[in-house]
Nanobody
Framework: QVQLVESGGGLVQAGGSLRLSCAAS????????MGWFRQAPGKEREFVAV????????YYADSVKGRFTISRDNTKNTVYLQMNTLKPEDTAVYYC?????????????????WGQGTQVTVSS
């Protein structure tokens, strides 16, 4: 079982930037795809970005493409989400999640382990 701990959330003005981190415990990290999701109040959890096990392939939701960048450091068991040009509609709790060892998905059911989430609030 892997434990995921997110950090880096906070309050930022529209147009600003934040960098989220997700640290994974144990050795069950390097061979797995990792993803970021978010959930705003009253809304379903939605896909944000995913990265394959090596970091060589990434995929983004259309709503964040060109503004957010997912990356990982397998030597540190950590996945990152760099968020630039933030908008008020990016306000949500952001979760990292561990996917599978072959390919990846963009639905929450494709991810088996989740962090506790970190709040991101973007003011207008």
């Amino acid at each position: 079982q892997v434990q995921l701990v997110e950090s880096g959330g906070g309050l930022v003005q529209a147009g600003g930037s934040l960098r989220l981190s997700c640290a994974a415990s144990g050795r069950s990290f390097r061979g797995y795809a990792m993803g970021w999701f978010r959930q705003a109040p009253g809304k379903e959890r939605e896909f944000v970005a995913v990265i394959n096990w090596s970091g060589g392939s990434t995929y983004y939701a259309d709503s964040v493409k060109g503004r957010f960048t997912i990356s990982r450091d397998n030597t540190k068991n950590t996945v990152y989400l760099q968020m630039n040009t933030l908008k008020p509609e990016d306000t949500a709790v952001y979760y990292c999640a561990r996917g599978g060892t072959t390919g990846w998905g963009t639905h929450p059911r494709d991810f088996g382990s989740w962090g506790q989430g970190t709040q991101v609030t973007v003011s207008s």
